[in-house]
């Protein structure tokens, strides 16, 4: 589903229960991306059409985020 980079599984399976649910209560994805901002997080495109979950202020990547979320 995604990639790990600096994260152990429990954390990432919470932060991606999180990202989803507020992904679901959104109505836009400029709205999704300011209430993940409130949490800390940021997501960045990639040249290669993915995306990634950052964490704020530093923008330490923390896994790619599915493509169906942003359906």
């Known amino acids: 589903m995604s990639l790990i980079i600096k994260t152990?599984?429990?954390?990432?399976?919470e932060i991606m229960q999180m990202?989803?649910?507020e992904r679901a209560v959104a109505l836009s994805a400029r709205e999704?991306?300011?209430r993940l901002a409130g949490y800390g997080y940021s997501?960045?495109?990639?040249?290669?059409g993915?995306?990634?979950?950052?964490?704020?202020?530093?923008?330490v990547a923390l896994c790619e985020l599915p493509a169906e979320l942003f359906n």
């Open 8 to 13: 152990d599984a429990f954390v990432r399976d």
């Open 19 to 21: 990202v989803a649910r």
């Open 32 to 34: 999704w991306k300011h």
């Open 43 to 48: 997501i960045r495109d990639t040249d290669d």
């Open 50 to 59: 993915k995306y990634v979950l950052e964490k704020l202020p530093n923008r």
